[in-house]
């Protein structure tokens, strides 16, 4: 059994519960560049939230956003009704937010320390943040990286010595094991292929549904975050253009770029199979 994933594991050091977030009117500007503009959306507890929108629309900015590494130039996030800014402004506010919000980063580059084995950047949040011995510690790592079809002998490699994919999926291992509330996963199945993706996706949706964690899926890919999501974010030119019902949002495109995006996902499912 996983203590990772299953509730009922020996690791399960800390217990998953919903969380709401919701963001009204958010704006972030870099300079005179405006990145996102009355960006509004509520992620309820539990819920699998795509955010989809084609390359420069803002999709990163408002992840970082929603997970406290960049904070918005105006607008409001509330955490369960509790304003975001001021959750952030304690040290011990910022550790309980990264045990309750994970980011998998877009750039996995960034997300590991080059000069440490994998091993190490795992160990750290699953003491520090979910709370394991570092023997429980190492147990985790072991089930959430089998759990993700990741060869054993990785974890002791450097970054530097992995593939994207491989970073990739270390990354979602490293989010899934602090066993959060929310998790933001930012193109974090871009890199791998049709198979292991569907691996990888299967899983996030399992921790999803078994634990009541809700899930940001940020994705330019239609088939992915049709999939895994219930609810869509359309975004286009920093702005949320459409939301609703994944499904209806899909069936009922009214913006031309939801229509678009429609579009290419059926001229790709027509092709014929060879
Ligand atoms: N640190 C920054 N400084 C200046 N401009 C930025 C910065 N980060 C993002 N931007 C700009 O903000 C806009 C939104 O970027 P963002 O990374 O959120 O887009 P995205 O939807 O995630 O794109 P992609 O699909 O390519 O990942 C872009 O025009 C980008 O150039
Ligand atoms: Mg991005």
Redesign the pocket.
């Given at each position: 059994m996983s203590t990772v994933i299953n509730a009922e594991g020996s690791g399960a050091a800390r217990s998953v519960t919903g969380v709401r977030i919701e963001a009204v009117a958010v704006r972030?500007s870099?300079?005179r560049?405006t990145?996102?503009q009355d960006v509004s959306f509520v992620l309820a507890p539990g819920e699998r939230v795509g955010i989809v929108?084609?390359?420069?629309?803002?999709?990163?900015?408002?992840?970082?956003i929603v997970t406290g590494l960049s904070r918005s130039t105006a607008g409001t996030i509330t955490v369960d009704g509790k304003e975001l800014n001021s959750l952030l402004s304690t040290q011990k506010g910022r550790l309980d937010y990264r045990r309750r919000v994970q980011l998998v980063a877009?750039d996995t580059t960034s997300t590991f320390d080059p000069r440490h084995r994998i091993r190490e950047s795992l160990r750290v949040p699953a003491q520090l943040l979910a709370g394991h011995d570092v023997r429980d510690a190492d147990v985790a790592i072991g089930e959430i990286t089998a759990e993700l079809g990741i060869d054993p002998a990785w974890v002791d490699r450097y970054p530097g010595e992995l593939s994207g994919g491989q970073r990739q999926r270390m990354s979602i291992a490293r989010a899934l094991i602090v066993r959060p509330d929310l998790l933001v996963c930012?193109?974090a199945v871009s890199a791998l292929d049709v198979s292991v993706q569907g691996v990888v996706l299967n899983l996030l949706r399992r921790y999803s549904v078994e634990h009541g964690a809700g899930l940001m899926f940020?994705s330019?890919g239609l088939p992915a975050t049709a999939f895994i999501t219930r609810e869509l974010v359309v975004?286009n030119e920093?702005r949320v253009v459409e939301s609703g019902r994944t499904l209806e949002v899909l069936e009922h495109a009214k913006h031309p770029y939801t229509q678009k995006l429609v579009g290419a996902y059926e001229a790709v499912e027509d092709v014929p199979a060879a």
């Amino acid at each position: 059994m996983s203590t990772v994933i299953n509730a009922e594991g020996s690791g399960a050091a800390r217990s998953v519960t919903g969380v709401r977030i919701e963001a009204v009117a958010v704006r972030k500007s870099y300079g005179r560049k405006t990145a996102v503009q009355d960006v509004s959306f509520v992620l309820a507890p539990g819920e699998r939230v795509g955010i989809v929108g084609e390359s420069g629309s803002g999709k990163s900015t408002m992840a970082k956003i929603v997970t406290g590494l960049s904070r918005s130039t105006a607008g409001t996030i509330t955490v369960d009704g509790k304003e975001l800014n001021s959750l952030l402004s304690t040290q011990k506010g910022r550790l309980d937010y990264r045990r309750r919000v994970q980011l998998v980063a877009q750039d996995t580059t960034s997300t590991f320390d080059p000069r440490h084995r994998i091993r190490e950047s795992l160990r750290v949040p699953a003491q520090l943040l979910a709370g394991h011995d570092v023997r429980d510690a190492d147990v985790a790592i072991g089930e959430i990286t089998a759990e993700l079809g990741i060869d054993p002998a990785w974890v002791d490699r450097y970054p530097g010595e992995l593939s994207g994919g491989q970073r990739q999926r270390m990354s979602i291992a490293r989010a899934l094991i602090v066993r959060p509330d929310l998790l933001v996963c930012d193109e974090a199945v871009s890199a791998l292929d049709v198979s292991v993706q569907g691996v990888v996706l299967n899983l996030l949706r399992r921790y999803s549904v078994e634990h009541g964690a809700g899930l940001m899926f940020v994705s330019h890919g239609l088939p992915a975050t049709a999939f895994i999501t219930r609810e869509l974010v359309v975004m286009n030119e920093g702005r949320v253009v459409e939301s609703g019902r994944t499904l209806e949002v899909l069936e009922h495109a009214k913006h031309p770029y939801t229509q678009k995006l429609v579009g290419a996902y059926e001229a790709v499912e027509d092709v014929p199979a060879a």
